[in-house]
């Protein structure tokens, strides 16, 4: 399944690697303090680590917050330069692994089993 109708028309992207431990209040305590936003409002943020190969994703959703979050297995999200807003196309991209300002994208990867041989 896809998540990718998301539900809002704004996407803000938070350009400093955020401490993936960090669930709902802490996310939407940033969004509030330091990206000076209101979470409640129809956009989703998005937040990666320093490593940039996890995600997180946090919206309202009527009567209460949505958390996405992707982890790579092998290469790193494309972060993009610019500070602020990303169009959902864009997001869409960034989680596909494509470089939004270059649209290069990342090999896929297949696997077999979630165990790796010691």
Known sequence: MRIRNWPVSQVYVYREPCDMRKSIDG?????????????????LFVFCNRQRDK???????????????????????????????????QLSWLLDGIDIERLQPHSALHFKTVMSPD
Do not use: H
């Open 27 to 43: 996310l939407a305590a940033i969004v509030e303090l330091e990206m000076t936003l209101s979470p409640f409002q129809p956009a």
């Open 55 to 89: 995600v997180k994703l946090l919206y309202w959703e009527r009567n209460g917050f949505v958390l996405w979050y992707k982890r790579l297995e092998k290469q790193r999200f494309k972060w993009p330069r610019r500070l602020g807003q990303i169009s959902p196309e």
